[in-house]
Structures are given as C-alpha cells and as structure tokens.
C-alpha cells in the first residue's frame, strides 16, 4: 500500500511540474521579456566608445500575437534599459498577421517612436519585410517615421561626441532581399571594429572574417519553443546552418542569435524565452604583447 501511495505521489508531482511548465510556456513566457546582457571588450573599441551601450531586438511579428498591451510592455522594458543606441533586426509583422489597418499601422510607428536612443536608432529588413515591393515600402515607411534609419547593404559610423567610432554594418536579408556583402562593406576599415547585423544567421557565412568582430541576426526565435527531439519553429531558408545562440565563425568572430520578442504559429516560448540583448562596449587597452615591434 505504502508503496502504491509513493508512485500516486510521484505521479502527482510530475503532473504538476508538467501543469506548470505548460502554463508558463503558453500564459507567461511569451509576454515575459527578460533582458540578456552581454560585454563586447577590445582593443579596436576607441576610448571614446567605451561603456556605450547598444540594445538589439528583433522579430516584432506584430498584428497576430503581439498586439497593442504586449508591445507597449516592450517599450517599457527597452527604455527602462536607456540604450544609447537601438538596433531592430528585421520582421514587423508576422506571416500570418491580419491585414495591415490604418489603426494597426500607426500603433507601430507610435511604438517604435517612442523608443529613445540618444546615438541613434537603426535597423534592418526581415525577410517577411520584403515579401512583395509593396510590403517593402510600408516596412521602411514605418521604420522612417519611427525615426530607424533602414541598413541597406551599407555601413555607418557610429560615435558618441568625438571623432573615433565603431562601424555598423546592415546586410539585406539572403531570402527575399537582395544581399550584396562586397557593397556593404566597401568603407569599412579592417582595423576598426565593425559589429555586422542581418536579419538572417546563415549569412554570417558570407562576410569577411578579416573585418567583421561581431555578428547579430534573428530570424529563428531560437526555436521557439524547444525540446529534446525538436522544436516548433525551423525556418526553411536563412536559418539551418545557425539556429539559436553563440557560434563561432572561422573563429574569427561571434554570431550570436537573439530569440526575438514575437511570436509566430502558436503563442507558445519554451527554453528559448522573448529577449531583448543590451550590449556593453568597452575599450581594451593594448599590452605589450598585443603591440608589434619592427
């Protein structure tokens, strides 16, 4: 008897551990947005440059899911972090949002505008951004009257108050984009440090090691929601080779692939949770060692 008591025991606490996971996966998880923080330390990073911040997030998928209250709860987290600078990584609206309403439309550009960034907001397009020219357009119309300036195969130099700066690199994304890494990169230095970001992962294959430092994409919610065999989502295009996380490229330089903060297919998150990235840059002086001597 007293053994049959301890399986009905475990059983119970296993349903309930069971009951609970779901609940948070599919009631709390995709609204709750935590904050990943992460160092990017160097040498190449001017003094100038140091402690600056840079807030990435990626994968809005709004007009589904995300509706109105949730984004406002990420505008909230976002400027509550005081980033100096703001990066979207691409996809406004999700696959299988409802059309696009005037209402709709302006609850975007509300959101994203009151985004503050005092070195500047940027951002690049997703592939569902570029389904058609048409969705093209009210993407970056969106975008500009946020106040986001659109990374189209080009790079910018970002600084704070000075002369030295960092490279910002925006890549097309390889799906429904027109990805032209030679023309993006034409004016970056080697001896700078250039963080690149692109909607898509995969395309980190396709920069040149001896300039890029550090590599920011999206695209493939990390999975969404993951388990031991699989997970929910596995876009086709633009994300098989690098899924989720850190991953070292010719260990050259880091991808790394933020969860996003949308949800696509079921509102679900699971061990792959909304985030938003807080990068912290911090200067490195030179040791003798790293000094060359002629």
């Not at 609940?23 to 935590?34: E, I, M």
């Not at 570029?130 to 093209?136: A, R």
């Not at 963080?195 to 040149?208: F, S």
């Amino acid at each position: 008897m007293k053994i049959v008591i301890r399986i009905l025991l475990v059983l119970a606490l296993i349903l309930g551990i069971t009951g609970a996971l779901a609940y948070d996966a599919f009631y709390s998880a995709p609204t709750r947005f935590t904050v990943r923080y992460e160092t990017l330390a160097s040498t190449a990073i001017p003094e100038q440059m140091d402690d600056i911040s840079i807030l990435f997030f990626s994968d809005l998928d709004y007009n589904r899911f995300m509706k109105e209250e949730r984004f406002a709860k990420l505008i909230r987290v976002i400027n509550g972090l005081s980033p100096d600078v703001v990066i979207f990584g691409g996809d406004i609206f999700d696959q299988d949002a409802q059309p696009v309403t005037e209402e709709v439309y302006n609850q975007v550009v509300s959101g994203l505008k009151s985004i503050q960034a005092p070195l500047g907001k940027f951002a690049v397009l997703g592939d569902l951004d570029e389904v058609n020219l048409v969705t093209k357009n009210q993407s970056k119309n969106i975008l500009y009257e946020a106040d986001f300036e659109v990374l189209e195969n080009q790079s910018i130099s970002l600084r704070n108050e000075g002369s030295q700066a960092i490279y910002l690199v925006g890549l097309d994304n390889e799906i429904t984009g027109y990805l032209n890494v030679s023309q993006a990169y034409q004016n970056v230095s080697r001896a700078g440090y250039t963080i690149t970001v692109c909607h898509t992962p995969d395309t980190a294959d396709d920069v040149p090691t001896d300039t890029t430092k550090y590599f920011l994409a999206g695209h493939s919610h990390g999975g969404q929601a993951n388990w031991y065999f699989g997970s929910l989502y596995l876009p086709e295009k633009g994300a098989s080779n690098y899924l989720l996380g850190k991953h070292r490229i010719d260990e050259a330089f880091t991808l790394d692939i933020t969860n996003g903060v949308g949800t696509t297919i079921k509102d679900v998150r699971f061990l792959a949770n909304a985030e938003v990235v807080l990068y912290r840059l911090v200067h490195q002086e030179e040791t003798i060692e790293d000094t060359p001597t002629y």
